[in-house]
């Protein structure tokens, strides 16, 4: 189906730069003193990678200067509509001047930092937004968009500062849009006459999905990457192990809460298991207590003692065991185990979608999920099958955290006490529904998360009189 709603609005930037004969622009709310040394690498042909210097590199940058899924939405669909500050036109379309955040939406109202040359380089967002973009936003013309897409929402005290920063400059907050990978309706419960427009959307589904069609290859550890297909099959061969769990930064509740399950319930004599980052029994502590009532010290003083607990990632240093990426899929673990214990990237109210649960639905595999209220309800949203009545999944169903990790505690603890055999049959009994979300897992790669986003904002700026407070939109 064409994309009809994004055709509606037109992206502003700024600044622009000449590369391969082709004229790109920067990012919003970047340094000036980025934008010269960028555009002097080009005018040069200079064989320096600006992104590795500056972006990635030092202190952290808040403000994105190489662009992400936003843009290249436009790119694919409207690449037109993809303007400069002096193509505005007094028309129907929906002018976006668009600020993508790298890191928290701390970004927006503290300093944002770089050194180059050795001089170190400090700035506000708000010194350096261009007069006109600020004219264009009080009167309505132009509407700010922030885009944390690749991170859900859950800080409003940096949304509900940047919006009265943009009050004082006379922009009014319904002129203000946030983009995140949750959904963040509570909000407006502690904030109930913020006037700002916030939408969600799954950034990562086509990523992934795009990434499948690349297999088998080389991912960034090392390793021949592939994903399991039918032909790997054999209902004839039981499997060495029951479950799978992958965990990396373990500095999250629910994945310390996992490695708490693994020591309780001797897990890792049943599976395969990785716990690579090493923490202290007082942190361990404090993450598990939020998510089990009165958590055993034992248990806790094991963990602390396997730490770290690795399966590919024997050969980096500390500071290298992070930010992996979705290439890493070593196929021989997912053929020798059955299930897998999927620890998401928070375990909130809001649901977050990542590679991590993508990664067991294309590779052939049932999973228990410790992640997001909500998280199996949005999986079957998009389409999905899952795998009740064996795994019980009411635990999705329950906002608590706590509660929710009891009931997610119960199904680890049954599957445990279970036999490799009835593992296995069942695992062959639910064949045809594994196949079944591998091969919708590969619909997804022309899925646009922004075209159902843009087409809520245009029917909310449509309909836009008055801020309607007891329903928290635009009317």
Not at 19 to 43: C, L, T
Not at 151 to 163: R, T, V
Request: aromatic share 14%; with cysteine.
């Amino acid at each position: 189906m064409k994309n009809i709603h994004g055709s509606k609005f037109k992206l502003i930037y700024t600044d622009w730069f000449i590369q391969d004969g082709e004229r790109r622009p920067f990012g919003n709310g970047i340094h000036p003193i980025i934008r010269e040394f960028i555009q002097h690498i080009y005018k040069n042909n200079l064989n320096i990678d600006p992104y590795r210097i500056l972006q990635y590199g030092g202190d952290e940058k808040g403000i994105k200067f190489d662009h992400s899924e936003l843009i290249n939405y436009f790119n694919r669909n409207f690449p037109k509509n993809i303007i400069s500050l002096n193509q505005i036109n007094d028309d129907d379309f929906i002018y976006i001047y668009p600020l993508e955040i790298k890191d928290t939406l701390s970004a927006l109202n503290n300093h944002n930092g770089f050194e180059l040359n050795d001089i170190q380089y400090k700035w506000y967002l708000r010194d350096i937004i261009p007069t006109e973009i600020i004219e264009h936003l009080k009167s309505g013309k132009l509407k700010i968009l922030v885009s944390l897409m690749h991170d859900p929402l859950y800080d409003d005290y940096n949304i509900n500062q940047f919006e009265l920063q943009m009050n004082k400059l006379g922009i009014d907050g319904s002129n203000i849009i946030f983009l995140g990978g949750s959904n963040f309706k509570e909000y407006y419960e502690k904030y109930p006459e913020s006037r700002v427009k916030i939408y969600n959307g799954h950034l990562f589904i086509r990523g992934y999905a795009d990434m499948m069609k690349t297999f088998p290859t080389i991912g960034n550890l090392g390793y021949m990457c592939e994903l399991v297909e039918e032909n790997d099959l054999d209902e004839n061969k039981i499997r060495p192990h029951k479950f799978l769990c992958n965990n990396k930064t373990m500095a999250k509740p629910q994945r310390a809460a996992m490695a708490y399950f693994a020591i309780k319930y001797d897990l890792l004599n049943s599976g395969k298991f990785s716990f690579i980052q090493k923490i202290d029994k007082k942190t361990l502590y404090s993450h598990i207590s939020k998510i089990i009532e009165n958590p055993n010290q034992t248990y806790i003083e094991k963990i602390e003692n396997i730490l770290p607990y690795e399966l590919d990632t024997h050969h980096l240093s500390e500071n290298e065991k992070t930010n992996f990426g979705a290439t890493n899929n070593m196929k021989d673990w997912y053929n020798d185990t059955y299930i897998n214990l999927v620890t998401e990237t928070f375990f909130g109210k809001n649901v977050f979608l990542s590679e991590k649960i993508f990664k067991p639905l294309s590779n052939l595999q049932p999973f228990i999920v410790l992640g997001d209220y909500g998280t199996i309800t949005e999986l079957k949203r998009l389409g999905f099958k899952t795998f009740e009545p064996f795994i019980d999944e009411s635990y999705d169903l329950e906002i608590d955290p706590k509660v929710r990790m009891s009931k997610i505690e119960k199904e680890i603890e049954k599957l445990k006490n279970k036999s490799i055999e009835e593992i296995h049959d069942w695992y062959y009994s639910i064949k045809d529904i594994l196949l079944y979300n591998q091969k919708h897992m590969y619909s997804f790669e022309n899925y646009e998360c922004f075209e159902e986003i843009f087409e809520k904002i245009k029917l909310d700026y449509e309909k836009q009189t008055t801020w309607n407070l007891k329903e928290k939109k635009l009317l």
